[in-house]
């Protein structure tokens, strides 16, 4: 079982940045492909970023030029930076290793004057 810690998020400006930390136990983070998810009220969870053991790399259209992922296979670790912040990015984010039902338990980010 792999335990999965978000931290990071809080409530910024629109225009403001967060960076999101997604910390995994043990040491096989680096077998699995890593993403951020996000969920706001009312819809569906969706894939916000998403990047390969071999670090490719792929966006939503919606926070493409605004976000970045990364990750840090020594320190078990996915990074999201978010710049730009924009009200409707409001949504409590996830982390996951992708194929598999390892979940954290989520970070909310909420963007507002």
């Known amino acids: 079982q792999v335990q999965l810690v978000e931290s990071g998020g809080g409530l910024v400006q629109p225009g403001g940045s967060l960076r999101l930390s997604c910390t995994a136990s043990g040491s096989v983070f680096r077998l699995y492909h890593a993403g951020w998810y996000r969920q706001a009220p009312g819809k569906q969870r969706e894939l916000v970023a998403g990047v390969t053991r071999g670090g490719n790399i792929n966006y939503a259209d919606s926070v493409k030029g605004r976000f970045t992922i990364s990750r840090d296979n020594a320190k078990n670790t996915a990074y999201l930076q978010m710049n730009s912040l924009k009200p409707e990015d409001t949504a409590v984010y996830y982390c996951?290793?992708?194929?598999?039902?390892?979940w954290g338990h989520g970070t909310q980010v909420t963007v507002s004057s």
């Open positions: 996951n290793l992708i194929g598999t039902d390892f």
